[in-house]
């Protein structure tokens, strides 16, 4: 267990408890129903969840009923609503939407059921694609099941690149291409700058395209290796430090976030981005909106993540959410059941059409609407299937604020320097010499 989580068993939880229980919501409502009441704690979307929530409840023909409960927008904050329930034992946690690097954390704590009937293993992972399913394991065994997948994409502004001759799409496509041809337009490069998890996303992918990662020997928790003084760290130090102090950052680097750099893009001065693909449909709902035109969609192009060395090919970020069972539940025959109605082919299909987040299953991809919807289907599965985790490891909040703050503000970020920094400081955190 991860001293995070010891810190906040320890501590005095019984009024934090009370105040984020829903009013009139608890075990006992539960308990007393005829029909099961299974509560899914979700992430906030555009009611994709709350959609699959009723569907499934339908046709479940009154074996449980799911009703949905909305967690906080940034992934921290979720995962604090979340701890303090599980800590505290909470049955009223039934099923969550859990951030992949949370997974190993809450698994080692205790806080999630494992799925280990081989029939159900198998139902709930033939045909999920093998990066996201990597992330939904702990100690060989299923602790949760892949419900979406995500990854990031370049994204592009036609025009602009093909004024300076360049080509986003070629296989030798680097960061130090892209700085070199923004500076020469005299555009700007929408990049998650702000100390938050994206932030996190960005310096991981780096380097994994690199050949690197952040700590070697996960497994051993709190005695784990910093390995962010390499090869693949200091040219991820090189390229974000060049980027925050050149002619093509946001000017708003160090609060942005997806938003902030989907804004930048489609606007004058934007020429490239790296996002995940909801951008793609909040492009098309600005339009239908009047905020941005038609020209703007159609100026669009979409590639794969650029690499980060010559000759190597870039392991994209992964994201996603995993859908788990909360080990504390009343009902965990009937969460089961839940979790294979939700994160079925059938709903993988549906939740992409309807949120913009990519299916975890591989066949969704070839669904005609899916096809039709978005363009760059295959990218997104090709993407998806050479994607790199974050460290999956249970003390991951220690290794990945060690990074956010030792990496911001981006503009002081120099190799070797700041890799050898968050290596020390690391390594303190995860000994207990140093507190976040």
């Known amino acids: 267990m991860s001293r995070s989580l ?33 509560t899914w704690y979700i992430n906030p979307d ?4 709350k959609t699959l929530a009723q ?20 992934a921290d904050q979720q995962r604090e609503q979340l701890v303090r329930r599980l800590a505290a034992g909470d049955p009223s946690v039934d099923l969550m939407s859990l951030d992949p690097p949370f997974v190993a954390e809450f698994a080692n704590a205790g806080y999630l059921k494992a799925i280990t009937d081989p029939a159900d293993v198998q139902a709930l992972t033939t045909g999920v694609l093998a990066a996201p399913l990597e992330t939904a394991k702990w100690k060989d065994q299923l602790v949760a099941t892949p ?4 990854t990031q994409l370049l994204w592009f502004r036609k025009a602009a690149v093909a004024s300076v001759g360049v080509d986003p799409t070629a296989p030798d496509f680097t960061w130090t291409r892209m700085i070199d041809a ?38 051993l928790g709190n005695k784990a290796t910093p390995t962010v003084s390499s090869p693949a760290g200091n040219n991820a130090a090189d390229i974000i430090g060049r980027l925050s102090r050149s002619s093509a950052a946001p000017p ?11 804004a930048l893009f489609q606007g004058d001065t934007g020429m490239f981005m790296v996002n995940w693909p909801y951008v793609y449909g909040a492009a098309q709902s600005a339009v239908k909106s009047g905020a941005i035109s038609q020209a703007v969609v159609d100026d669009m192009g979409w590639a794969r993540y650029p690499g980060a060395m010559p000759g190597t090919q870039s392991t ?12 504390f539940t009343n009902f965990p025959d009937q969460a089961l059941s839940a979790v294979k109605c939700i994160t ?3 709903s993988d299909v549906q939740y992409m059409l309807d949120s913009g987040n990519p299916a975890a299953r591989a066949a969704a991809y070839d669904d005609p609407k899916v096809v039709a919807a978005f363009p760059m289907a295959s990218l997104i599965r090709d993407s998806i299937n050479g994607a790199g985790p974050r460290p999956i490891t249970p003390y991951y909040g220690d290794v990945s604020t060690s990074v956010q703050r030792t990496w911001h503000p981006s503009p002081d970020v120099h190799s070797p320097t700041t890799p050898e920094e968050t290596d020390t400081y690391m390594a303190d955190v995860l000994s207990g010499k140093r507190l976040l």
């Open 6 to 38: 010891k810190r906040i068993r320890r501590g005095v939880l019984v009024v934090g408890l009370v105040a984020l229980l829903p009013l009139g919501l608890g075990a006992c409502v539960s308990q007393s129903s005829a029909t099961p009441t299974l």
């Open 182 to 219: 923004a500076e020469k337009a005299g555009k700007r490069i929408g990049v998650q700058g702000r100390r938050y998890e994206g932030y996190m996303v960005w310096i991981n992918a780096l380097i994994t395209s690199g050949g690197g990662q952040i700590i070697e020997n996960a497994e």
């Open 55 to 74: 569907r499934c409840s339908d046709q479940s023909q009154g074996k449980y009923t799911i009703i949905t409960q909305v967690l906080p927008n940034e």
């Open 252 to 262: 708003d680097l160090l609060t942005a976030g997806e938003e902030e750099s989907r």
């Open 344 to 346: 079925s082919l059938e």
């Open 46 to 49: 555009n009611g994709g969840q």
């Open 316 to 327: 994209p970020p992964l994201g996603g959410i995993n859908l788990a069972i909360g080990n």
């Open 147 to 150: 419900f979406w997948a995500n």
